[in-house]
């Protein structure tokens, strides 16, 4: 992986400024943001569970069982 980054590190250093500029705004306008392995619908569920439970705070969170396994995942 070192080598890897060193290699691209110099590739960039060689660059000319105006493709520099050019290299940096691609980068810039790249998405970036990080993405869950957890699907959206799964994590709108627990969502809807735990502010179910919070405004009904009788009730049982029915995935307490398993609540060790979702901290895993969501680590």
Do not use: W
Request: charged share 30%; proline share 5%; hydrophobic share 40%.
């Amino acid at each position: 992986m070192d080598s890897t980054i060193e290699i691209l590190k110099s590739k960039i250093e060689s660059l000319t400024p105006e493709l520099a500029e050019a290299f940096i705004r691609i980068i810039d306008n790249m998405d970036t943001t990080p993405t869950s392995a957890i699907p959206q619908f799964q994590l709108d569920e627990v969502f809807d569970r735990i502010q179910f439970h919070n405004e009904n705070p009788s009730t049982k969170l029915d995935f307490f069982e398993n609540i060790s396994e979702f901290e895993k995942i969501c680590a």
